[in-house]
């Protein structure tokens, strides 16, 4: 029985230890992070209370969500239209590039490679 004390205190002992071990590297790199930064600096917000007509960076910024907001639909219904040829080909009726059939091609013996290996 003193044998499964010492077991179970040594155990205790050095979980307690490694435990500590970690909240102290935690605790050091929060330090030397807040350390690294520096001082926070305080933003400042002005914002034109009364003004109806957006400034340039605003209209700027909506102009370029508004582009990628029609270039997003576009695609999604031009995948809808043709949704095996849209990510593949220009033309539906073209059919696959050299590329295309030179990587289709590299699919097919890589997975005739592996089915040979399987035991």
């Known amino acids: 029985m ?3 004390k ?3 205190w040594m155990t205790a ?3 307690g230890l490694t435990f500590a071990a970690i909240g102290l590297l935690m605790a ?7 350390w ?3 001082p926070a600096a305080a933003v400042t917000v002005e914002k034109k209370l009364g003004s109806a007509i957006p400034d340039d960076q605003e209209r700027s ?3 370029q969500a508004a582009a990628v907001a029609v270039a997003l639909a576009l695609a999604l219904a031009a995948r809808r239209v043709h949704p095996t040829h849209t990510w593949h080909s220009a033309d539906s ?6 590329w295309q059939a030179y ?3 590299h699919q097919l013996e890589q997975r005739k490679t592996h089915q040979t290996l399987r035991w």
């Open 2 to 4: 003193e044998v499964f």
């Open 6 to 8: 010492q077991t179970i």
């Open 13 to 15: 002992v050095g979980m």
């Open 28 to 34: 050091a790199m929060i330090i030397l992070t807040r």
């Open 36 to 38: 690294a930064r520096g």
């Open 61 to 63: 910024d909506a102009e």
């Open 93 to 98: 009726e073209e059919g696959i590039n050299p």
């Open 103 to 105: 990587a289709r091609n």
